[in-house]
């Protein structure tokens, strides 16, 4: 599975599960979605610059952030609140795109530690299949694979760094 990710969305119902394995340790992938510098540097395709508004990775804390087109200008923003403190083994948030007001997620994620290497569950649940489906639809899957990449990428340039820390 290792490089591959795999999105599921069973017919009829509201959820996606993501699932993706990492090549690094849990700890390393974890602080990857919970730093800003670190966030930047992959979510999302690679011709957009990644813009963090606010990034507070704690209960009751608030996100935004956009992804800007640089040769059209175009921004492309989502935004969220976190339920609960995120840690390895829970991360909870709400999930919106600027693009489609009012059609949110609740997002989980889960990081399981295989020895040296991670592997990443997240579930989205939205209050309908058009919801889920919308979502689908907008290439959300694209977008996500080739974040996952550059998620990769980061991971190998910090890892001789984290060995030292």
Known sequence: MSGRTTVTAEPGTTTIEIIREFDAPRDLVFRAHTEPDLLRQWLGPRRYEMR?????????????????DPDSGAK????GVFHGDPSPDLWV?????????????????????????????????????????????????????????????????????????
Request: aromatic fraction near 10%.
């Open 52 to 68: 963090i508004d606010r990034f507070e990775a704690r209960d009751g804390g608030r996100y935004r952030y956009r992804h800007v």
């Open 76 to 79: 492309y923003g989502f935004r």
């Open 93 to 165: 948030q709400t999930f919106e795109f600027d693009g489609w007001p009012g059609h949110v997620s609740m997002d989980t994620l889960r990081l399981e530690d295989r020895g040296g290497q991670t592997i990443s569950r997240t579930t989205s649940a939205f209050s309908s299949v058009e919801d889920r489906d919308g979502m689908i639809s907008s290439g959300m899957e694209d977008g996500l694979s080739e974040g996952y990449e550059r998620l990769d990428e980061l991971l190998v340039r910090l890892g001789p760094i984290a060995a030292r820390s």
